[in-house]
């Protein structure tokens, strides 16, 4: 990236860029320098092993071929300004470590529970999002399940009730997702004029969405859910009130604040 910023300033240049990524090991490195060989150029580097280092700029050497060091100048200015000696362990930036498992995690559970599936394993969830169709259950499940938390979400339909699992759950917060109806119309309208469907259905019915707004208040009234109103939020905002909400949540649980 680096390299494509500064050739966007010489007009006109025209280069072939090759890329060897995740080069961690001596051998590796001996393996593409054949490669290098065979196309010489200016080598731009990231490596931050001394030993592999070296031997990099060996090769260039013998071939006659310039090398920059591009993450030198960074990484000195963040050892002034931190006042720490950097580690030079490749790769620390793609580390895979719990949080980033815990992150996949969540993100193939939140996957499997979309839109009311496998109420069977709910009690699993960090978090269950209730709401109608369309209130944005969904994209906000997977941005929640991209931070690490498992989520499920379950549509509230008038004519077909959720799972009885739903209102005994003990470990999960269920959050109740709302909206303003005008609004709501709005965005169903547009779904389905993308999807090719008539406009004009009870889908988007006004005083048929009044009601179900109605009705899922309603449950989320009798149950005591927390309820985040979703009109003027965007997904990122309303994931940040659902963390706050399940922080609350858990502290009781655990002894203090998450």
């Known amino acids: 990236m680096l390299a494509k910023a500064a050739l966007a300033q010489f007009e006109g240049a ?18 593409i320098m054949r ?5 010489p150029g200016l080598v731009f580097y990231t490596l931050v092993n001394s030993d592999t280092r070296a031997r990099l700029e060996e090769h260039c050497r013998t071939l006659g071929l310039p090398v920059v060091p591009v993450l030198d ?3 000195h200015a963040l050892e002034a300004a931190l006042g720490q000696i950097p580690r030079a362990r490749p790769g620390r930036q793609h ?3 719990d949080a980033y498992f815990a992150r996949v995690d969540a993100v193939h559970y939140t996957i499997a529970h979309d839109d ?10 960090d ?3 209730a709401g109608v169709s369309r209130s944005s259950k969904t994209p906000t499940s997977i941005y929640l399940a991209q ?8 549509p509230i339909v008038v004519e077909s009730p959720p799972p009885p699992a739903l209102y005994g759950l003990k470990h999960p917060l269920v959050v109740g997702l709302t909206t303003a109806p005008e609004r ?3 965005v169903r309208r547009n779904r389905l004029l993308t999807l090719g469907q008539a406009p004009e259905t009870a889908y988007v019915d006004q005083d048929r969405v009044n009601a179900e707004l109605q009705f899922a208040r309603r449950m989320f009234a009798d149950n005591g859910w927390p309820v985040i109103d979703v009109t003027r939020r965007s997904i990122e905002e309303a994931a940040a009130a659902i963390i706050n909400l399940y922080n609350e949540h858990r502290a009781p649980k655990e002894g203090g604040p998450t």
Do not use: C, T
């Open 35 to 39: 490669e290098i060989a065979a196309n």
């Open 73 to 75: 100048a960074a990484v």
């Open 14 to 31: 025209e280069v072939i860029r090759h890329f060897w990524p995740m080069v961690r090991s001596q051998q590796h490195l001996d393996r």
């Open 147 to 154: 931070r690490g938390y498992k989520v499920a979400n379950i």
């Open 116 to 125: 009311g599936v496998g109420w069977e394993d709910w009690e699993e969830a």
């Open 127 to 129: 978090i269950v999002l």
């Open 184 to 186: 709501l119309v709005q």
């Open 95 to 97: 580390a895979m470590d």
